[in-house]
């Protein structure tokens, strides 16, 4: 048995999920996949957060998680002025160029402790992401936007990152609306819900 499996390692975790992506084909989603994964590491990329600064990417099937390690160069504040821009940007240019496999996202940030054993990683912060990412607030987000992706981010991330309007993040352009279950523990996330402010630039309105 593989004792550190039961050691919990501090990571910050982004969750995405396609849109709609039963309504494709099989053919069509293996394409989906391969898109997905290749655009997820050049948003990563755009913040500095190279394949060194994360574990391997946890496959969800249509979507995936990305679990990244501490690193003072790395703040969390980069996932959101930076990281999430980027994956929009990248989903709209890959429309562009293959209109075919054109693919909207709902994503989440959350961060926690994650647990890994020999078959992937788990433990309760990777519930709450996982259980950010599909709720139907996101989902009825994405269906009434435009935008290539929709976000929510975790009562965590809110309380210790945007509510202090760091550079680059408008506190104001998120709003308390998401609400979940795991176990009997009732939590609550965040939406960003930006267009009711002024044009944004990066996650800033």
């Given at each position: 048995?593989?004792?550190?499996?039961?050691?919990?390692?501090?990571?910050?975790?982004?969750?995405?999920?396609?849109e709609a992506s039963t309504d494709r084909t099989n053919s069509v989603r293996t394409q989906?996949?391969?898109?997905?994964?290749?655009?997820?590491?050049?948003?990563?990329?755009?913040?500095?957060?190279?394949?060194?600064?994360?574990?391997?990417?946890?496959?969800?099937?249509?979507?995936?998680?990305?679990?990244?390690?501490?690193?003072?160069?790395?703040?969390?504040?980069?996932?959101?002025?930076?990281?999430?821009?980027?994956?929009?940007?990248?989903?709209a240019g890959h429309a562009g160029s293959r209109p075919e496999l054109a693919f909207r996202l709902r994503v989440a940030v959350h961060a926690g402790e994650v647990h890994r054993d020999a078959r992937a990683s788990y433990g309760e912060d990777v519930d709450i992401a996982c259980r950010l990412?599909?709720?139907?607030?996101?989902?009825?987000?994405?269906?009434?936007t435009a935008d290539w992706l929709a976000l929510a981010v975790s009562q965590e991330i809110h309380r210790s990152v945007v509510r202090h309007g760091y550079p680059g993040i408008d506190r104001s352009a998120f709003t308390r609306a998401v609400h979940?279950?795991?176990?009997?523990?009732?939590?609550?996330?965040?939406?960003?819900?930006?267009?009711?402010?002024?044009?944004?630039?990066?996650?800033?309105?």
């Open positions: 048995m593989d004792i550190s499996a039961d050691l919990p390692r501090h990571r910050a975790i982004v969750a995405v999920d396609i989906l996949r391969i898109a997905l994964f290749e655009l997820l590491d050049e948003a990563l990329a755009a913040g500095g957060i190279g394949r060194k600064h994360r574990d391997p990417f946890v496959d969800r099937g249509d979507g995936a998680l990305c679990l990244i390690r501490p690193h003072d160069q790395l703040p969390k504040t980069l996932l959101l002025t930076t990281v999430v821009p980027a994956l929009a940007e990248l989903l990412v599909d709720s139907q607030e996101l989902r009825r987000r994405l269906g009434q979940f279950k795991l176990g009997d523990e009732r939590l609550r996330g965040w939406l960003y819900t930006p267009e009711t402010r002024a044009p944004r630039q990066g996650m800033t309105a």
